[in-house]
T-cell receptor, first 113, second 113 residues
Framework: GAGVSQSPSNKVTEKGKDVELRCDPI?????LYWYRQRLGQGLEFLIY????????KSGLPSDRFSAERTGESVSTLTIQRTQQEDSAVYLC???????????FGPGTRLTVT | KNQVEQSPQSLIILEGKNCTLQ??????????LRWYKQDTGRGPVSLTI?????NTKSNGRYTATLDADTKQSSLHITASQLSDSASYIC????????????FGAGTTVTVRA
């Protein structure tokens, strides 16, 4: 079946612009996660959605970052007023539930110039 | 300080040879430990997952070990193939927060013919 998909695969933006990254999870997966992967570093947890529960936003690095999820489907991660330090690969993952195996998308490579 | 440390940072091996990657963690209380393989430009893919009571698990030519007392894990790759060239990431989760994974920075393995 289809895996987790993300779009765009690459995004180059100018400092100060807003960007929106999209994630389509595996159908039927109630849990969805966003991570940031900076060059040479481990993945950093950003946010977790589980069904209709309030999301765990504890990993968002600043109030410029926000994310939404429509029911148990698509999620968007928005970064406002982008800074150069936001340059990274943003990965999305989904799972059947919070404990189950997480399946990752290919990521969106964001470059802020 | 990162709660999951991996070594070496990178290594190069000849096709057909074996190698062992190390992972030390401080995550507590421990729930489970996973090893992921991440090909360049792709999302991580799960290789093994081990809970507290398991001390070894195999997936084809990949064998993971876990010593929960010393908080150490290893991933052994047997008879390496060119397709094993990738980053191998150790990931640990804590009890009561299984969804919130702590990622190591990864070991980059390059297999040469």
């Amino acid at each position: 079946g289809a895996g987790v998909s993300q779009s765009p695969s690459n995004k180059v933006t100018e400092k100060g612009k807003d960007v929106e990254l999209r994630c389509d999870p595996i159908s039927g997966h109630t849990a969805l996660y966003w991570y940031r992967q900076r060059l040479g570093q481990g993945l950093e947890f950003l946010i977790y959605f589980q069904g209709n529960s309030a999301p765990d936003k504890s990993g968002l690095p600043s109030d410029r970052f926000s994310a939404e999820r429509t029911g148990e489907s698509v999620s968007t991660l928005t970064i406002q007023r982008t800074q150069q330090e936001d340059s990274a690969v943003y990965l999305c993952a989904s799972s059947l539930d919070g404990w189950y195996e997480q399946y990752f998308g290919p990521g969106t490579r964001l470059t802020v110039t | 300080k990162n709660q999951v440390e991996q070594s070496p940072q990178s290594l190069i091996i000849l096709e057909g040879k074996n190698c062992t990657l190390q992972c030390n963690y401080t995550v507590s209380p421990f729930s489970n430990l996973r090893w992921y393989k991440q090909d360049t430009g792709r999302g991580p893919v799960s290789l093994t997952i081990m809970t507290f009571s398991e001390n070894t698990k195999s997936n084809g030519r990949y064998t993971a070990t876990l010593d929960a007392d010393t908080k150490q894990s290893s991933l052994h790759i047997t008879a390496s193939q060119l397709s094993d060239s990738a980053s191998y990431i150790c990931v640990v989760s804590a009890l009561w927060n299984d969804y919130k994974l702590s990622f190591g920075a990864g070991t980059t393995v390059t297999v040469r013919a």
